[in-house]
């Protein structure tokens, strides 16, 4: 499995952006999808996730703002963030594991390489 996330940028506060994660032909019959973050001098934190039922689920800081989404002809899962906040300033990483989503990051087996996002207020 391969991942390229995609998108990032500098963005207003209280803006928008939309993320993508490339991944290999056949990735979402097999794997979950997931986005995490990593602030500077933070852990790397689970945002997001996409089962292969299509089902999401999502951590309460994000619930709400963020919405995960899957093209499955195009291979791709997205992150809309909305209502961009300082604090979600971060590089983004997307991650897939073979069985169902789960928040810790070190359940996963394959990563995207990140892409930074910065907010400013």
């Known amino acids: 499995v391969q991942l390229q996330a995609s998108g990032g940028g500098l963005v207003q506060a209280g803006g928008s952006l939309r993320l993508s994660c490339l991944a290999s032909?056949?990735?979402?019959?097999?794997?979950?999808l997931a986005w995490f973050r990593q602030a500077p001098g933070k852990e790397r934190e689970f945002l997001c996730g996409i089962r292969l039922s299509g089902s999401t689920v999502y951590a309460d800081p994000v619930k709400g703002r963020f919405a995960i989404s899957r093209d499955t002809p195009k291979s791709t899962v997205y992150l809309q963030m909305n209502s961009l906040k300082p604090e979600d300033t971060a590089v983004y990483y997307c991650?897939?594991?073979?069985?169902?989503?789960?928040?810790?990051?070190?359940?996963?087996?394959?990563w995207g390489q990140g892409t930074l996002v910065t907010v400013s207020s």
């Open positions: 991650a897939a594991r073979i069985r169902g989503i789960t928040t810790p990051p070190n359940t996963y087996e394959y």
């Open positions: 032909a056949g990735t979402f019959s097999t794997h979950s």
